[in-house]
């Protein structure tokens, strides 16, 4: 953070890595990626429960135009937006037992490069997330949170 509270500026470069002191710098942040991201972009969110993955994601839609809430899809998967932008799918794989329950919602179809899919636990979703993309790691760093980028 400088002096100023400001947050610094998002780097995108390989092994980035940035810290984001509270809620509101990660969401600055979310948006700085707004600028940086294309339809068919696909960006892997990793981290523990409460690191900020949707709170970063609320701040990328809010960049990209989207004027309303952003909640977690932890229940129903996937949240479309359908934006002036382009079209974005939020997936939170959370509650994914198995992989193969991706097929019930035509993941593969979704993640064609049609759209900007940001997802959020990707681990559960095996060999169905490809390995392509973004990846961001959230970490707690006491009441703020770090981010590695790669």
């Not at 998002?10 to 810290?19: D, K, N, T």
Request: hydrophobic share 35%; proline share 7%.
């Amino acid at each position: 953070m400088t002096s100023s509270g400001t947050p610094p500026k998002l780097e995108l470069g390989r092994g980035a890595s940035i810290g984001a002191p509270s809620e509101t710098h990660l969401i600055e942040l979310g948006r700085q990626l707004s600028d940086r991201v294309a339809v068919g972009d696909i960006i892997r969110l990793n981290g523990p429960l409460g690191a900020g993955k949707t709170t970063l994601v609320r701040g990328l839609l809010w960049g990209l135009g989207h004027e309303g809430a952003v909640k977690s899809p932890t229940y129903t998967l996937l949240e479309p937006y359908d934006l002036p932008w382009g079209l974005v799918y939020h997936f939170d794989l959370y509650r994914i037992a198995d992989p193969d329950e991706l097929d019930l919602i035509g993941f593969a179809e979704l993640t064609d490069g049609r759209a900007l899919c940001l997802i959020e636990w990707p681990e559960r979703g095996g060999h169905y997330v490809p390995e392509t993309g973004l990846r961001i790691d959230l970490d707690v760093e006491g009441s703020g949170r770090h981010l590695r980028i790669s």
